[in-house]
């Protein structure tokens, strides 16, 4: 079983930047792949970010790739999704989920684990 537990999220402004965190516990071997996916009320949840825990290879949805950057701190279990120059639709749930192996899956669905997201709010 794998537990993840996000952190960082907020009110801010727009053009501000947050970071949030992802902590990482269970049994995964270091065999797994963290994503960021957000979600806004009655819209389809999106796609953000992933990367390898082995490598810290990462991948961006185009939607994002100018602003947004994933990373990790193995030592720490911890990954993280550095968002600069927020903007008011970015406001959303934000969440941090695992799939094993290490595969860089832009589909959402193919995540196993899901933390219990971190609110994110833009205001104008």
Known sequence: ??????????????????????????????DHTIGWIRQVPGKEREFLAAITWITGAPAHANSVLDRFTISRDSAKNTAY??????????????????????????????YEYWGHGTQVTVSS
């Open 81 to 110: 999704l550095q968002m600069n120059s927020l903007e008011t639709w970015d406001t959303a749930m934000y969440y941090c989920a695992a799939r094993h192996g290490q595969v860089l899956s832009s589909d959402y669905r193919q």
């Open 1 to 30: 079983q794998v537990q993840l537990v996000e952190s960082g999220g907020g009110l801010v402004q727009a053009g501000d930047s947050l970071r949030l965190s992802c902590t990482v516990t269970g049994r995964t071997f270091g």
